[in-house]
């Protein structure tokens, strides 16, 4: 019974300790990104609004949101960073294509009458 008082606390400030590593893991990440931020940049803020960087300083960062719409933001309320995916269209590596085989009616038919 000495015991329990011990585990019951070490049970609760064990998962604590790793949450908050977890969140300062990701504050450093994210000021991370911000610092690292560039001229030409496609960027997502925290409201959510896309645009590209246009021009920064040390506190803030100028977003163009429409062409020749310039709006100025700080830079702790840019979220994230748009890397935009390649399409099939621009990938140089062509898939070949899927070869389809056509079923009979009576392999059809037995198919879906099986049941």
């Not at 949450?19 to 940049?41: C, F, H, N, P, Y």
Request: no cysteine.
């Amino acid at each position: 019974m000495d015991f329990l008082f011990p585990l019951l606390i070490l049970a609760l400030l064990v998962p604590m300790f790793f949450g908050i590593r977890k969140q300062k893991r990701e504050a450093e990440k994210v000021a991370t990104m911000q610092d690292s931020l560039a001229v030409g940049d496609q960027v997502i803020t925290t409201s959510g609004l896309y645009g590209t960087v246009v021009d920064l300083d040390e506190r803030s960062v100028d977003l163009e949101i429409a062409e020749d719409v310039v709006t100025t933001w700080l830079r702790q309320a840019i979220r994230e960073v748009r890397v935009e995916e390649p399409t099939a269209a621009d990938s140089a590596v062509e898939t070949p294509a899927e070869t389809t085989v056509e079923e009979s009616a009576e392999q059809t038919e037995t198919r879906l009458t099986k049941d």
